[in-house]
C-alpha cells in the first residue's frame, strides 16, 4: 500500500513563493501528480513527475526525488485565487490504474 | 463543456435506502475511476474501469457498494443500505487510457451523499 503525508495547512503572503512538501512510502512507483482543489470543486490536474528532477510550468513548478520518496510543489508570485487545498498523488501500477491520494495542504493566501 | 458530469450534484437518503450515481466520462476517455472523499481529506480510491472491464474494486468498503460501466462508456455507483459512514462527496474521474506519459485525471463536480 501507499503513505503519503502532507503538511495539513499552509499560509503565505500575495506575491511570496510557498512550497509544499509530500513524502510518500511505496511498494510501486509509476509517476507522481500535484492537483489543486478549491473549496466544493473538483481536483484539477496541476503537474507530473515520473522521473528525478524539476518540472517548471508557468507559476507552478514540481520536484521529484525517487530515491528520498520526497517531491515539493513549487508556487512562485502568489495570487488570492491560489488559496485552496494541494493534493499529492502517487500511481502504483504500470498501466492507468490507482492514484493514492494525501490528504491535501490547504494553503490561505494572504494579501 | 465537454468535461467529466456527474449527477445528481446532491442526494440525501434515508438510513437503509439504495442509491445510484451516475458519471459521464469525457468522450473516448478508457479509464473511469470512481473515488470517496470526506470532509477534509483527499479522494480515497473506490474502484477503477478500463473499458467496461472493472479492473480494480480493492477500495469498495463493503458488498453494499457496487459499480458498473457496461457499455464502456457511463457508469453508476450503486450504494444497497446506506449507512450514515456513507455520507461523503463522490467523485468519478476519467483519463485518456492506459500507456499514456502523463494520463491525468479529470474529475467531475461529485456527487455530496448525505444519508441520514
Known amino acids: 500500500g501507499q503513505n503519503i503525508d502532507q503538511p495539513t495547512e499552509m499560509t503565505a503572503t500575495e506575491g511570496a513563493i510557498v512550497q509544499i512538501n509530500c513524502t510518500y512510502q511505496t511498494s510501486g512507483f509509476n509517476g507522481l501528480f500535484w492537483y489543486q482543489q478549491h473549496a466544493g470543486e473538483a481536483p484539477t490536474f496541476l503537474s507530473y513527475n515520473v522521473l528525478d528532477g524539476l518540472e517548471e510550468k508557468g507559476r507552478f513548478s514540481s520536484f521529484l526525488s525517487r530515491s528520498k520518496g520526497y517531491s515539493y510543489l513549487l508556487l512562485k508570485e502568489l495570487q488570492m485565487k491560489d488559496s485552496a487545498s494541494y493534493l499529492c498523488a502517487v500511481r502504483e501500477g504500470a498501466d492507468a490504474g490507482k492514484s493514492t491520494f494525501g490528504d491535501g495542504t490547504t494553503l490561505t493566501v494572504k494579501p | 463543456g465537454a468535461g467529466v458530469s456527474q449527477s445528481p450534484r446532491y442526494k440525501v437518503a434515508k438510513r437503509g435506502q439504495d442509491v445510484a450515481l451516475r458519471c459521464d466520462p469525457i468522450s473516448g476517455h478508457v479509464s473511469l475511476f470512481w473515488y470517496q472523499q470526506a470532509l477534509g481529506q483527499g479522494p480515497e480510491f473506490l474502484t477503477y474501469f478500463q473499458n467496461e472491464a472493472q479492473l480494480d474494486k480493492s477500495g469498495l468498503p463493503s458488498d453494499r457498494f457496487f459499480a458498473e460501466r457496461p457499455e464502456g462508456s457511463v457508469s453508476t455507483l450503486k450504494i444497497q443500505r446506506t449507512q450514515q459512514e456513507d455520507s461523503a462527496v463522490y467523485l468519478c474521474?476519467?483519463?485518456?487510457?492506459?500507456?499514456?506519459?502523463?494520463?491525468?485525471?479529470?474529475f467531475g463536480p461529485g456527487t455530496r451523499l448525505t444519508v441520514l
Open positions: 474521474a476519467s483519463s485518456l487510457g492506459v500507456r499514456v506519459s502523463h494520463n491525468e485525471q479529470f
